[in-house]
């Protein structure tokens, strides 16, 4: 008889728990809310995590994080920190849920947290956690385009500058606080966008995209090359001129590589020394020459280009063709170069027009948008 009760007893417990993982599987509530997260766009890794950590509610009611579906999967992720969490920037960092927990512990508030993740990499937040609590972080870092690694030098620089705190943030990302060609970043890879100057440098076997010649009717030299997108937008440009005011612009100087600007600087060098050769002449790697978007202009109608009505149409037109005047007289402070009025550089019509409107440099264009 015991032995009876003992077996029925067994079997009851069976099926409760066999009920029980039915139920599981089964259970509507869990299915809908599987669904709801999936169509929100979380993983399959995350959705577990936000079940069984029973987060559903707070999860399902605001839209798809990239940082929530991170932290769900972190054995670092705290239920107490979960509206920070939810308030953050994506980023790709190694140990992000852990980060953020000890900015959390560190006393930072979440608009902080926020700022200081927004631009951090695995190093730079590595260090700055070396730190105690930093008061007035935000005075820098809620600038947009502000860079965690850069925080010592924005500090720095404001010592010796009259400057406002964006301005600061501008032209420490742009390496003015350091010397010209010094501790440079080198870029690698060819877009209408790319950035060179004296702060960014090309290596010596760096060849743009594209590169085509300029036909004859387009150019003071048959062997002037320049990218084509560059180059169609260019006698575009030149032909409405032409149609307008009667003559047309012509290309004098457009891609260089790395040797034909050892050897211009060098010519500057030897002939005007070593003062004029700086001012006017870039080093070799760091000239845009190189990247087959800049061109040298000369006018139809003379031998100077300054205050012709070629140059003077191309003050106001050039940029409905996706072309900008890069160095004037009133950047110098920015692009560390002096005046050309016949060098211009294509960026493509959105740029171009953004930055005639915005009464900008190209410089300053990139560091606050394209500076990722």
């Known amino acids: 008889m015991k032995r009876r009760k003992l077996n029925k007893k067994r079997v009851f417990i069976a099926v409760v728990i066999l009920l029980v993982i039915l139920l599981e599987i089964i259970n509507p509530i869990k299915i809908y809310n599987k669904h709801v997260l999936k169509d929100l766009n979380y993983s399959n890794e995350s959705i577990k995590e936000i079940l069984n950590k029973h987060f559903i509610k707070e999860v399902k009611n605001i839209p798809y994080s990239k940082t929530l579906d991170l932290v769900f999967k972190s054995k670092d992720f705290k239920k107490e920190n979960f509206d920070v969490y939810k308030e953050l920037p994506y980023r790709e960092l190694k140990n992000y849920t852990k980060d953020v927990n000890e900015l959390v512990t560190k006393g930072y508030k979440t608009e902080e947290i926020k700022n200081i993740i927004k631009s951090a990499t695995d190093d730079s937040i590595e260090d700055f956690l070396k730190r105690d609590y930093v008061k007035d972080i935000n005075e820098y870092l809620a600038i947009d385009f502000s860079i965690l690694g850069n925080y010592d030098r924005y500090i720095e620089y404001q010592k010796g500058n009259a400057l406002d705190k964006e301005q600061i943030v501008l032209y420490v990302n742009l390496g003015l606080d350091k010397e010209q060609y010094e501790d440079p970043v080198k870029v690698s890879k060819f877009s209408y966008t790319m950035l060179v100057n004296k702060y960014n440098y090309l290596d010596e076997d760096f060849i743009p995209d594209d590169l085509v010649t300029v036909p004859n009717d387009y150019a003071v030299d048959t062997k002037e090359k320049v990218n084509q997108t560059a180059l169609e937008a260019f006698q575009k440009m030149s032909d409405a001129c032409k149609n307008e005011i009667g003559s047309k612009v012509l290309v004098r100087s457009a891609y260089r590589d790395y040797k034909s600007q050892e050897e211009t600087y060098e010519t500057y060098l030897n002939a005007y020394g070593k003062k004029y050769a700086e001012n006017y002449v870039a080093h070799p790697g760091f000239s845009e020459h ?83």
């Open 290 to 372: 190189q990247t087959g978007l800049a061109i040298d202009i000369k006018a139809e109608s003379s031998n100077t280009f300054k205050g012709t009505p070629e140059s003077k149409w191309l003050i106001e037109n050039a940029y409905k063709y996706g072309f900008i005047l890069r160095y004037e007289s009133d950047t110098e402070e920015i692009t560390k170069v002096k005046s050309e009025a016949w060098h211009y550089r294509y960026v493509g019509l959105d740029i171009a027009n953004y930055i005639h409107e915005n009464d900008m440099t190209f410089d300053e264009y990139y560091i606050r948008f394209l500076n990722k």
